[in-house]
Every structure is written in C-alpha cells, then in structure tokens.
Nanobody
Framework: QVQLVESGGGLVQAGGSLRLSCAAS????????MGWYRQAPGTQRELVAS???????NYADSVKGRFTISRDNAKNTVYLQMHSLKPEDTAVYYC???????????WGQGTQVTVFS
C-alpha cells in the first residue's frame, strides 16, 4: 500500500522549533523527490522545501535559513526541521513524493503546525 504518514506537528510559541517526519511505505523511497508543502486557511498550497533523490535541496525564500529538509533512505523517512518559527508559519504541512518517470505524485494526510505569539 502506497502511503505517506506525517507526524510531529503541534502548537509552539514563536521562536520555537519543531521537527516534522514523513514515513513512506509501498514506494521505492530512494528514487523519489520528497517535498514538504503547506497550506494556510484561504491560501493555496505552497512548496516549503524539497529534496531530490540525489540529495539536492530547494527552499521557499520565506523559510531559508530557518528550515532544513533531510532524508534517511534506510528509514524511508523525510524530515523537516523548523527553527525560529513565526506565526505566519502556521498551516497544515503536507508531505509529497514525486517520481515523474512513473507519473507518481502522492500526498500525505497533513499535520497541523500552529505558532502563537
């Protein structure tokens, strides 16, 4: 069964940190580009960070220097370490796995991150 399961969201004070995890199953994880997206109420889903199968990373300008994406292919897991959180980081965070060669694009169920000031 192809599945992405996020964890690690929660309520945190501004300036704090959280680490999100996304465990994948049913896919050849190491061959996929993994990404974290977020969607706040009334807004479109946006890319936060991505990491390719080769380990290249990409970040939204709004999170550069504060967030770090990483992957552990042995554990089929991708992480998003978030520091210096701001209220505007409040959103549902979604894990994504892409492998264009087989037309795969799958999403997790999302995890809520709420940052209060």
């Amino acid at each position: 069964q192809v599945q992405l399961v996020e964890s690690g969201g929660g309520l945190v004070q501004a300036g704090g940190s959280l680490r999100l995890s996304c465990a994948a199953s049913g896919i050849n994880f190491s061959l996929h580009t993994m990404g974290w997206y977020r969607q706040a109420p009334g807004t479109q889903r946006e890319l936060v960070a991505s990491i390719s199968s080769g380990g290249s990373t990409n970040y939204a300008d709004s999170v550069k220097g504060r967030f770090t994406i990483s992957r552990d292919n042995a554990k089929n897991t991708v992480y998003l370490q978030m520091h210096s959180l701001k209220p505007e980081d409040t959103a549902v965070y979604y894990c994504n796995a892409k492998r264009p060669a087989i037309n795969r694009n799958i999403w997790g169920q999302g995890t809520q991150v709420t940052v209060f000031s």
